[in-house]
């Protein structure tokens, strides 16, 4: 004879276990998601940094008309920026060519803009 007693506390166990396995699931999965919506918008924090950078090359080129302008800043909120200005025979453009790169807590972002 088969004795039934303690079939229920196998039962209760398996439950807990699926239940514990799909918090767990769906918890990597709600972390997994908002890791990446943070860094969508260290992206764009990022972007407007390389998009400063050509800002203030335009300026320079602008201004003192240097084609062989350089620079590297730090901004406010902790984004900085990397851009070069060469001349357009180097690139490929008619006049001048700006490479900007964009940096936020790990995440680049880059410009080229050429004329």
Do not use: H, P
């Not at 999965?29 to 090359?57: H, N, P, W």
């Amino acid at each position: 004879m088969f004795s039934t007693k303690g079939t229920i506390l196998y039962f209760a166990i398996l439950i807990l276990s699926v239940i514990f396995t799909i918090a767990m699931s769906l918890s990597l999965i709600i972390f997994g998601q908002l890791k990446m919506q943070r860094e969508i918008g260290y992206s764009v924090i990022a972007l407007c940094a390389a998009d400063t950078g050509v800002e203030r090359a335009l300026y320079a080129i602008y201004k003192d008309g240097n084609l062989s302008f350089s620079a590297s800043t730090t901004l406010e909120n902790g984004a900085s920026y990397t851009v070069q200005v060469s001349d357009g025979s180097l690139c490929g453009a008619a006049f001048f060519c700006i490479k900007s790169r964009g940096n936020f807590k790990g995440v680049t972002r880059a410009i080229d803009a050429s004329f």
